[in-house]
């Protein structure tokens, strides 16, 4: 009975994507397009700057700069008071867009609810937005120019292209409308021939749209939302979510996926922890060095290139 057991797993549980794998060989990818770029005596600098002392914030910050340090980025570290007035913020940015050892800047979303973060976003120098927020450049990803890709979709991009599956022609149902997530993954879906369709929280019926979808990708930041009964059979389902539960007295992160229902049911599917956030953070220190290089007259590192 066991070996129709392992037979039966075989043929019923999705493959892990394993963010965490695919995020270090891009980060060891980075560090060599750094070591290229240093032999040219080009330095990339990343600038992070949060604002108050959200817990989660400042985790992801965290990891992020420390991330930079690994693959030879410079970091240029700013921890702000939740008080801060948006002029001061304004300052400071306007400093790093001048700064020439800086070639990304990035402002820890979201900021205290007396910022404008639309105006803070738009102050970052174009040719220094790392996260792809900046209006240039989300027109640019919309109209299917190239330009910064926005980290979190990217990755989710990169994990897809991963699997080696063909992306075109197939139904993409994306659950959540966000600008930082939800909008620009449709556009790289889109941009990638799939069929797309956008799912929010107006939407009527959303469980039948998802049980269309041969690309599942939620971010929603509702824990556990998507059920097993939703999926259609070998589905590739992508989890961006990131929830903190307490089960039993311990805080534990889960997605926006029923992972232990989902699992049997798709071809593909991604872990939380260890799936979308890794390779989040390994995208962000990609586009800093695109940056870099674009504004060092420089090729992007032909190593890089090939990712895609
Ligand atoms: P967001 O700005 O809050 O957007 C959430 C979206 O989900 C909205 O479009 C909302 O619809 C929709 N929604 C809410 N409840 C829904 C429901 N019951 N059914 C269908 N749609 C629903 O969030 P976000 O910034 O995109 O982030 C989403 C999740 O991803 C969060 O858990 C966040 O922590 C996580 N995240 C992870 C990473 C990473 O690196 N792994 C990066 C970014 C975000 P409406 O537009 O109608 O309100």
């Not at 410079?74 to 948006?86: A, G, P, R, T, V």
């Not at 639309?118 to 102050?123: F, G, H, Q």
């Not at 469980?207 to 999926?231: P, T």
Request: charged content about 20%; hydrophobic content about 45%.
């Amino acid at each position: 009975s066991n070996y129709f057991k392992c037979l039966n797993n075989l043929i019923m549980a999705a493959k892990i994507i394993d963010g965490k794998l695919i995020a270090s060989k891009v980060k060891e990818q980075v560090s060599i397009a750094v070591s290229d770029l240093n032999q040219k005596s080009i330095f990339p600098g990343l600038a992070t700057i949060i604002v108050g002392n959200d817990a989660a914030s400042s985790i992801y910050v965290k990891n992020k700069r420390k991330s930079a340090k690994e693959v030879g980025i410079e970091s240029f570290q700013y921890e702000l008071s939740e008080n801060i007035q948006e002029k001061e913020l304004l300052e400071l940015i306007n400093e790093l867009n001048l700064n020439s050892d800086v070639d990304g800047i990035l402002v820890q979303l979201p900021l205290p609810k007396h910022i404008n973060s639309d105006l803070i976003i738009d102050s970052i120098d174009v040719n220094k937005d790392v996260d792809g927020f900046n209006v240039i450049n989300a027109g640019k990803t919309f109209i299917g120019r190239d330009s910064v890709i926005p980290c979190t979709p990217l990755g989710c991009l990169l994990m897809l292209k991963s699997i080696k599956i063909e992306l075109k022609g197939k139904n993409a149902v994306i659950i959540g409308r966000s600008n930082i997530v939800g909008k620009p993954m449709a556009q790289l879906l889109l941009n990638e021939d799939c069929t797309v369709t956008i799912v929010h929280s107006k939407t009527f019926n959303i469980q039948a749209l998802v049980k269309e979808a041969d690309i599942v990708v939620a971010a929603v930041g509702s824990a556990n939302l998507v059920k097993g009964s939703w999926i259609k059979k070998g589905a590739v389902v992508i989890d961006v979510g990131i929830n903190r539960l307490k089960v039993e007295d311990k805080n534990i992160l889960v997605g926006d996926i029923n992972f232990n229902e989902v699992k049997d049911i798709a071809s593909y599917i991604t872990p939380v922890p260890g799936g979308v956030g890794p390779m989040t953070i390994a995208c962000l220190l990609m586009n800093t060095v695109f940056q870099c290089a674009k504004r060092n007259n420089v090729s992007i590192p032909n190593n890089l290139k090939k990712l895609f």
